[in-house]
T-cell receptor
Framework: ETGVTQTPRHLVMGMTNKKSLKCEQHLGHNAMYWYKQSAKKPLELMFVYNFKEQTENNSVPSRFSPECPNSSHLFLHLHTLQPEDSALYLCASSQEQGAVYGYTFGSGTRLTVV | AQSVTQLDSHVSVSEGTPVLLRCNYS??????LFWYVQHPNKGLQLLLKYTSAATLVKGINGFEAEFKKSETSFHLTKPSAHMSDAAEYFC??????????????FGQGTILTVHP
């Protein structure tokens, strides 16, 4: 275990469903990130939170809605997704926003939209 | 602006032989560079990082990488491959300033296969 825990590990949802992905870290980190990993494409940054404030939204469609209630928890709320949203969603954390601190990644949630 | 190119999408080696995974980068500022590894159905694990200290960086599991500014390269090497090294490896760059400061840009990944 890396210290960043993502649940669920696998999720299958219909296009009309609403579901949420959860990420939790107890590393004392203050920055948290959502990444999308699709087949044959580089990792795409979706959202960044630093000290609970959203500092980056990388032009993500509104059907993805993040929530960061505290520095230890990060959610990604999903609704009316499309099949092309099927991917591995990775959460990461770092001491503060900034790559020099090194990111710790979770194992990801494998999402399939049917 | 920053970008990273992993020159091989697949590398295949025999167990016990050296590993070389190639990475070139571009950066407008002094970059930080990283190698991450991803085993099947797992998240990404940091192997090593360069952040403007020694140019030869040693990481976990016997891997190391050398930052060569003149060649804009950050190749990953290991003297002797082990079966457990089979995974996908990502080279990552982060600009030291500008609008990309603090952001990671990932390469496309190199899948390493290790044969017995």
């Amino acid at each position: 275990e890396t210290g960043v825990t993502q649940t669920p590990r696998h999720l299958v949802m219909g296009m009309t469903n609403k579901k949420s992905l959860k990420c939790e870290q107890h590393l004392g980190h203050n920055a948290m990130y959502w990444y999308k990993q699709s087949a044959k494409k580089p990792l795409e940054l979706m959202f960044v939170y630093n000290f609970k404030e959203q500092t980056e939204n990388n032009s993500v469609p509104s059907r993805f809605s993040p929530e960061c209630p505290n520095s230890s928890h990060l959610f990604l709320h999903l609704h009316t997704l499309q099949p092309e949203d099927s991917a591995l969603y990775l959460c990461a954390s770092s001491q503060e926003q900034g790559a020099v601190y090194g990111y710790t990644f979770g194992s990801g949630t494998r999402l399939t939209v049917v | 602006a920053q970008s990273v190119t992993q020159l091989d999408s697949h590398v295949s080696v025999s167990e016990g032989t050296p590993v070389l995974l190639r990475c070139n980068y571009s950066s407008s500022y002094s970059p930080s560079l990283f190698w991450y590894v991803q085993h099947p159905n797992k998240g990404l694990q940091l192997l090593l990082k360069y952040t403007s200290a020694a140019t030869l960086v040693k990481g976990i599991n016997g891997f190391e990488a050398e930052f060569k500014k003149s060649e804009t390269s950050f190749h990953l090497t290991k003297p002797s491959a082990h079966m457990s090294d089979a995974a996908e490896y990502f080279c990552v760059v982060s600009d030291g300033g500008g609008t990309s400061y603090g952001k990671l840009t990932f390469g496309q990944g190199t899948i390493l296969t290790v044969h017995p």
